[in-house]
Nanobody, 122 residues
Framework: QVQLVESGGGLVQAGGSLNVSCAPS????????MGWFRRTPGKEREFVAH????????DYADSVKGRFTLSRDVAKSTILLEMNSLKPEDTAVYYC???????????????WGKGTLVTVSS
């Protein structure tokens, strides 16, 4: 059974830093892209960043570029989202996701974690 288990998150003041990590299991993720999305009440799910499990190449939403860094540790089978210079508008439930490189993030073949809450106070 494929599982994506998020950890980290919590409460931080604006300008601070926080890390969230994801531990995927249940299959090989070679050839997959691992991503983070976030959702706030009343809004649609928003892409944050993704990383290629195979070569580590990354892509970020404009709203987090220069502040967030996504990395992967193949040996430990984890991905880490380092969030710096956090803003109140970064407050959301953050979800880890995985998709085949050939698919898009709307595919029914994707995997999703249950989410972890990040709250940034002003």
């Amino acid at each position: 059974q494929v599982q994506l288990v998020e950890s980290g998150g919590g409460l931080v003041q604006a300008g601070g830093s926080l890390n969230v990590s994801c531990a995927p299991s249940g299959r090989s993720f070679a050839g997959y892209r691992m991503g983070w999305f976030r959702r706030t009440p009343g809004k649609e799910r928003e892409f944050v960043a993704h990383i290629s499990w195979s070569d580590g190449s990354t892509d970020y939403a404009d709203s987090v570029k220069g502040r967030f860094t996504l990395s992967r540790d193949v040996a430990k089978s984890t991905i880490l989202l380092e969030m710096n210079s956090l803003k109140p508008e970064d407050t959301a439930v953050y979800y880890c996701a995985a998709r085949p490189a050939w698919a898009d993030w709307k595919s029914k073949n994707n995997y999703w974690g249950k989410g972890t809450l990040v709250t940034v106070s002003s």
